[in-house]
């Protein structure tokens, strides 16, 4: 069964700072694996998918991700910080080539940007 | 413009009191969902959709139903609402079916039964 952790629920970096939010999944068979963004309020927003094209996926906003098949990784970075990318910010995966629409989300890690 | 639609986007009502949320999309997406969002437990699936007439079970269908007899609509349909339904839920879509290129997420719907 697949399954996805975040850890940490809340990380705090200072302005300009790198950004590190961890993902790390089990899957069966080869995942799909996404990173959401949610603003206040706000319904998701794609930031960025790993679909089994290159391991490091850029997506909007400056963040990345790289995903490691033997650390079952798929963290999220972004070299310097923005008050703006405060937000909570959810991993997903889905095993697409089993053909089931079954999405299952991380817990979320909410990101506070500090002046 | 290419968006997914709910509503109502707020909704009070009392414990087995029948009620729908609709959701419609104008992308002509294969795929539809709905999830429910909890604080600590992050977005959990209620339902999906492959395509028109084909509806399955996520992690949490339990006092939920749906249907999809065109492609555009996926309503939620709670039969005989409970306080343990009170939630913040929204539909999303994919041109895919598996949703592998991501998925398009409406504004959500809070809802709080009493």
């Known amino acids: 069964a697949q399954s996805v952790t975040q850890l940490g629920s809340h990380v705090s970096v200072s302005e300009g700072a790198l950004v590190l939010l961890r993902c790390n999944y089990s899957?069966?068979?080869?995942?799909?694996l996404f990173w959401y963004v949610q603003y206040p309020n706000q319904g998701l927003q794609l930031l960025l998918k790993?679909?089994?094209?290159?391991?490091l996926v850029k997506g909007i906003n400056g963040f990345e991700a790289e995903f490691k098949k033997s650390e079952t990784s798929f963290h999220l970075t972004k070299p310097s910080a923005h008050m703006s990318d405060a937000a909570e910010y959810f991993c997903?995966?889905?095993?697409?080539?089993?053909?089931?629409?079954?999405?299952?989300f991380g817990q979320g890690t909410t990101l506070q940007v500090k002046p | 413009e290419a968006q997914v639609t709910q509503n109502p986007r707020y909704l009070i009502t009392v414990t087995g009191k029948k009620l729908t949320v609709t959701c419609s999309q104008n992308?002509?997406?294969?795929?539809m969902s709905w999830y429910r969002q909890d604080p600590g437990l992050g977005l959990r699936q209620i339902y999906y959709?492959?395509?028109?007439?084909?509806?399955d079970k996520g992690d949490v269908p339990e006092g939920y139903k749906v249907s999809r007899k065109e492609k555009r609509n996926f309503p939620l349909i709670l039969e005989s609402p409970s306080p343990n339904q009170t939630s913040l839920y929204f539909c999303?879509?994919?041109?895919?079916?598996?949703?592998?290129?991501?998925?398009?997420f409406g504004p959500g719907t809070r809802l709080t039964v009493t």
């Open positions: 992308m002509n997406h294969e795929y």
């Open positions: 999303a879509s994919s041109l895919n079916a598996p949703p592998t290129g991501g998925q398009y």
């Open positions: 790993y679909t089994s094209a290159a391991t």
């Open positions: 959709s492959m395509n028109v007439e084909v509806t």
């Open positions: 997903a995966v889905t095993e697409g080539s089993s053909n089931t629409g079954k999405l299952i």
């Open positions: 899957s069966s068979v080869p995942p799909y």
